[in-house]
């Protein structure tokens, strides 16, 4: 069994109610806001911990997130033995059932249901999720950013499994601040709709809740590399602005904004046909699809009587996630916008949105052509899909989110991340 027993839980549960007594006999005069012992002590049970029985407790979490060897090359062993693989994964099934309890679900899951700091739930955040498989990779995605000041939309493409979108859906309704968005697409990839879909969230976020400061857009095989407390104080010291890479279009990506683009049999082709130039000659910047915005961004993104046009014109492009932020990004009287000047482009290394390593900028330590050195995990379309290797150098980097990762292919990756944050989130980060 994967998660705890029913009894364990009761010891947990009886165990919370002695602490939290404890913690109210203490004197008032306790400051809620900082640390003390006894906030510490009232959580502790929220800590990931090996009596939550999950196969990847078998790994040494503190020297895999040093790097050392012997750890590393253990876990890579491990990894790709069949029973470890067999149980490791669960089937969407098993989401459909075990949230059928929802405060049992939260519980054995280990959901923090209260702020852990009056500084969190002073600065709410909000969440597009955009998601197509994986259900697994999801639910712990969740787990790692959930607080229930924050607010969070899942997008689950239309043409998803219908046991994904069940076992989704049933996750979803276990939380107040978690919903499906209203109108769910069918995604093709390269097109037009992929934009379209964290928009639809976009607008629902907007509608359902004044409250949010900021908000980011993740994948399901996105995952935090910083607690909420980090990400809340990284979010105020940009001071209004927004951080994501808005730079010029390299020469081999023009064809994607300069062409006619078509879908034909699913796919998205193409065209010899020229494209008007972009309306009112907005300067089209490169980017990808993954922001940190904030409230102010996604109110012109929703009501700048320019952005119907942009919308229209970006309908028969490539790939229209990697310029269509990046774009708004530089579009004067934007909330949080830098001026469309090359002096003003930012990289993805310097935005703090996402920490992607492209196989292209990969090499050696030391060589002035290398970005970061070599994937540890896998490759999928040019992109590193992280392994427990990586954790190290990545966990010293300022981007907030990471991707991608793959609890299918590498576990301990994400097992020792989440285990890492959650141990800093309860000690009080930093
Ligand atoms: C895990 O690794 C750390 C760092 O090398 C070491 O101090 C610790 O003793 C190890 N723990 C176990 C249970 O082997
Ligand atoms: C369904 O979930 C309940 C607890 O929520 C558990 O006791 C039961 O064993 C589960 N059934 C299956 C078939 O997994
Ligand atoms: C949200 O959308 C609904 C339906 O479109 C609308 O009636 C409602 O006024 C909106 N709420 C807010 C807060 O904008």
Redesign the pocket.
Known sequence: MRLVHRGQLQLLLTLSVVLVSLWMLYPLSCPRRGWSPTYSLSNSWLEYTDDDGVPEKVCNCSAILQGEREALDQAKSLIITEDFQKSVRIPDEYYINATQDCSEFRLRRKYLMSPLSQEEEDFPLAYSIVVHQKVQNFERLLRAIYAPQNIYCVHVDKKSDVSVFAAIQAITSCFPNVFMVSKPLSVVYGHWSRVQADINCMA?L?????EWKYLMNLCGQDFPLKTNLEIVRMLRSLRGGNSMQSEQTPDDKKSRVTNVHEIIDGKIQETSKKKRPPPFNLPILAGNAYIVVSRGYIRSVLEDNRIPALIEWSKDTYAAEEFFWATIQRMPGVPGSTWPNRKYDVTDLNAIARLVKWEAHEGPQGSLQSVYTECHGHHVRGICVYGAGDLQWMVEQHHLFANKFDIDRDPIAVYCLEKYLRHKALAGAD
Request: net charge negative; proline share 0%; aromatic share 16%.
């Open positions: 629902d907007y509608n359902i809740s004044t």
